[in-house]
């Protein structure tokens, strides 16, 4: 079978799983966890940020925002059809088990994490808070891959569908 750039990179990535335990440890974190802090993060900047009742319109609107490119994000997996690794290729390592099997692009894990950030970025986000933001973003989507759960490409259609739907808002409704 043929590789793509996609698999073999994300073989070369999750092979350093078994490695180094603390590394493992952090990518399982990173992976799995660190998109909650961000979504926490994001709702209490929101909270503390906004003005005399602006925060609950903001953060209806972050919902709204969420909510519809997540109804894109599935309905890209419908049409793509693209598999998870652990379907593709059963003998990889993973650290990270998925519910759902059926649906590995785009991801949404990275998807959420950039969608939030970009839009805290359009609403006056300090620098100062969304360079951190990024890396964290960044690393959910490698630990993503580190874990098991998605290919590369998973990863940089989240980090697109973010970037689209930021710019459509930007575009539209600010």
Known sequence: MQLSWSHKLFLKINGHIGKNHRLDLFMRFCGKWLVYFIVLFIFFWIIFESGNGEAVGRLWFFVKVVAVSYAISLTIGFVAKKSRPEIEMPTIKQLIYTIGLWKSFP????????????????????????????????????????????????????????????????YFFI
Do not use: Q
């Open 107 to 170: 991801s949404d894990h990275t998807n959420l994490s950039f969608l939030l950030i970009f839009l805290a970025i359009i609403f006056g986000l300090s620098v100062y808070w969304y360079v951190p933001l990024l890396i964290g973003a960044g690393l959910v989507a490698v630990g993503r891959v580190y874990c098991g759960v998605h290919y590369p490409r998973d990863i940089l259609g989240g980090l697109f569908l973010a970037i689209a739907v930021s710019l459509s808002v930007n």
